[in-house]
């Protein structure tokens, strides 16, 4: 599975059988030629990026080129880099590159930058891809990428909203910079070797052949965030094709990760893990102020890892959900309401993913079958929210779960967004004039006027810093908040929940059908479009 098929210098991109597995799966356009050893600093400075916009229109410059600069600029924040000094030169005659690039204006230049990506646009809806990219030439010496590009497919990109399209592209330029199964066995150890196959173990977990990313600044963030010190490394993904397997953190343990193998509609983590093999790249200083704590499996242990996540037919964690008569149910991260994703599949699933009696009953194939809440009405963004809860939509609300309503007695849970406030060891709910106090975890609360019960969410968890909203486009976000204060407008989010004309209009009804941006699965299933390669 893992054929790294190398040819003199360069990388042989094998073609992939999935339209969607993007970064991987470019057929060589060229003879390998030889880069010239270009001398670099020997200190660290900040990442230099040329971007290249000429094969966009105008139209789709105007719109696009934001969410593109905001992908340019976290990594030129980020990442530091031991410049070129006399900058990057790519001539068409002595140099190579594997991409099919028509870059012309750029050959036999020297350019003040370490990193060139050329932009390119498609509109294409038959292929399945919405957005790919991938690195096309090396550092002939230390086999750093130095030029690349990030193709969006504007056929799909139309509909996406202002966090997504941040995240897609952050996460397409970060394969463009190495995060990439073809690239990982460049990277170099302390002992300036590359690592080839060593940057990786396969082991057996969960009853699941598994394969951990090694790398010593991965493993040991990953242990930290996860409280288990006999983690041996970080997941990859197994499932999906060949862009999608081995290129991502694995979507079981990493669900919200930018880097993990689906575009979610969430609040992404831009996480440390994904910095941290940057650095173990020797590639890359990361600064890790720019990284994001995760909030998916956060301090749960080993048995996070271990254990299999639905055991006699109850969830391990509060990760993963059973509850599919709810109304709706928060998400992990308590940002979003949605659904239980757990579905009767066509099929039996493989045996190692079979958690329950019924072998066809599972969630979503990249989080191992695992079922997850998919978000599909987000607490922070503009929204009709639902009177007979008394629900509202705010920069400090979250998810709450519960039967409580004003107008009838309720069987099954919804979950609702709400006004929340914490101190040190509770978590007040503002719902309409009332303030519920929460000082323990599950209890279940009166909410006086209401029928029903209110049930108290992790505290611990609802009271996290949470990601700042797109990612603060690339600039500094320190404590859920960006430095630059315009980008913390959460009335400006550009589609955010998909909203009637008029949320007071009764022909819309209160549970609306909200599936344009419901979540990713069904998109998933009909279409395979949210991969993000
Ligand atoms: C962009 O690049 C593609 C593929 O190389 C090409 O077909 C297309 O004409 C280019 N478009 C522009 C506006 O340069
Ligand atoms: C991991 O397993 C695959 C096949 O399952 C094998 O090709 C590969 O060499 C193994 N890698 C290591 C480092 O053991
Ligand atoms: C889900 O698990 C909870 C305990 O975590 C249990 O009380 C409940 O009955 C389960 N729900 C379903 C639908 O199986
Ligand atoms: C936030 O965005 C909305 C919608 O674009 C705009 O009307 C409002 O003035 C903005 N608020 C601030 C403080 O910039
Ligand atoms: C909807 O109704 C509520 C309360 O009746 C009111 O506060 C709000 O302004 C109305 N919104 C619109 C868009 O008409
Ligand atoms: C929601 O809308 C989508 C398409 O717009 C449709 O396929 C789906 O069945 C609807 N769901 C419900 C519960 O009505």
């Not at 080129?65 to 068409?92: C, F, M, P, T």
């Not at 890790?288 to 969830?315: L, M, R, V, W």
């Not at 609360?445 to 968890?461: R, W, Y």
Request: proline share 4%; with cysteine.
């Amino acid at each position: 599975m893992f054929k790294f098929i190398l040819l003199t210098l360069f990388l042989n991109f094998v073609q992939s059988e999935m339209r969607f597995c993007g970064h991987d799966e470019l057929v060589r356009q060229d003879k390998p030629k030889r880069f010239l050893a270009l001398e670099r600093d020997s200190s660290w400075s900040s990442l230099r990026v040329e971007a290249d916009w000429s094969n966009m229109s105008k139209e789709s410059k105007a719109k696009y080129s934001q969410y593109l600069e905001a992908a340019i600029d976290y990594y030129a924040n980020a990442l530091k880099v031991h410049r070129y000094l006399e900058g990057l030169n790519w001539d068409s005659n002595s140099d190579t590159y594997s991409c099919d690039l028509s870059a012309k204006d750029f050959y036999g230049k020297y350019i003040e930058a370490d990193y060139y990506v050329l932009l390119i646009e498609t509109f294409d809806s038959s292929q399945s891809f919405a957005a790919r990219a991938s690195s096309c030439a090396q550092d002939s010496a230390t086999k750093q990428p130095i030029i690349g590009f990030i193709e969006i497919n504007t056929a799909y990109t139309d509909d996406y909203d202002s966090r997504l399209l941040v995240a897609v592209l952050t996460h397409e330029f970060t394969h463009a910079l190495g995060f990439s199964t073809s690239f990982f066995p460049y990277f170099i150890d302390q002992n300036g070797e590359m690592y080839g196959d060593n940057f990786y173990i396969n082991e057996t977990v969960r009853d699941t052949p598994t394969v951990y990313m090694i790398t010593p600044n991965v493993v040991k963030r990953a242990r930290e965030a996860f409280n288990c010190n006999s983690l041996p490394g970080l997941e990859l993904e197994t499932q999906g094709g060949s862009g999608t397997a081995y290129s991502h953190w694995n979507s079981r343990i990493a669900f919200n990760d930018l880097m993990n193998p689906q575009a979610v509609f969430t609040d992404f983590v831009y996480s440390e893990f994904t910095l941290a093999a940057f650095e173990d790249s020797s590639w890359y200083q990361p600064d890790y102020s720019y990284a994001q704590t995760i909030n998916f499996g956060y301090k749960e242990g080993c048995n996070f890892h271990e254990k299999k996540c639905i055991i006699n037919d109850e969830p391990i964690s509060r990760m993963f959900c059973n509850d599919t008569h709810a109304e709706s149910l928060c998400t992990h991260d308590y940002l979003s309401r949605g659904k239980c994703y757990l579905i009767e599949n066509s099929a039996a699933l493989p045996k190692e993913y079979q958690y329950y009696s019924d072998p066809n009953l599972g969630g979503n194939k990249l989080t191992d079958y695992c079922p997850i809440v998919a978000g599909n009405f987000n607490c922070r963004l503009p929204g009709c929210p639902n009177s007979d809860f008394m629900e509202e939509v705010c920069e400090n609300c979250r998810c709450i779960e519960g039967t409580y309503s004003l107008t009838k007695n309720y069987e099954i849970t919804h979950a609702a967004c709400h006004k929340i406030a914490c101190t040190d060891n509770f978590v007040e709910i503002y719902i309409g004039d009332n303030i519920i106090k929460c000082i323990k975890t599950g209890d279940m609360m009166d909410v006086p006027g209401f029928h029903g019960k209110l049930k108290c969410p992790d505290i611990e968890a609802i009271c996290r810093v949470e990601p700042c909203l797109n990612n603060c486009f690339g600039t500094e976000c320190s404590s859920g908040v960006c430095a630059d204060s315009s980008l913390n407008n959460y009335s400006d989010c550009n589609l955010c929940n998909d909203i009637p004309n008029d949320c007071n209009n009764s022909d819309v009804p209160s549970n609306y059908n909200y599936s344009k941006y419901s979540g990713f699965w069904e998109i998933l299933a009909g279409l395979g479009l949210l991969i993000i390669a």
